[in-house]
């Protein structure tokens, strides 16, 4: 899933949910066993300016890690959406 995707059903900004991608990545970077690329492949989109910015592919695990940080009724509504 897009990580705007994401953003969207979620009702956050995109930009936050790709710090937060982020700092997912530097904790399971920390533990040889893990590898972030198992959870979130960083790609790149173009906007309507042509200006190319960063967005994040979720695999299922990265969704399952995006709906456990999250708390309350969005995250209930992102894990019965995806």
Same mark, same amino acid.
Do not use: P, W
């Given at each position: 899933? &897009?990580?705007?995707?994401? =953003?969207?059903?979620?009702?956050?900004? @995109?930009?936050?949910?790709?710090? *937060?991608?982020?700092?997912?990545?530097?904790?399971?970077?920390q533990? =040889?066993?893990?590898?972030?690329? &198992? #959870? #979130?492949?960083?790609? =790149?989109?173009r906007?309507?300016?042509?200006?190319?910015?960063? @967005?994040?592919?979720?695999?299922?695990?990265?969704? &399952?890690?995006?709906?456990?940080?999250m708390?309350? *009724?969005?995250?209930?509504? #992102?894990?019965?959406?995806?």
């Open positions: 899933v &897009d990580s705007r995707e994401v =953003a969207e059903m979620v009702e956050k900004r @995109h930009g936050d949910l790709v710090r *937060s991608i982020e700092g997912y990545q530097a904790v399971l970077g533990n =040889a066993k893990l590898r972030s690329d &198992d #959870f #979130f492949l960083e790609s =790149a989109y906007a309507g300016t042509g200006k190319q910015y960063k @967005h994040y592919l979720l695999t299922k695990k990265g969704c &399952d890690m995006v709906a456990n940080k708390t309350g *009724s969005k995250g209930v509504l #992102f894990t019965a959406m995806y």
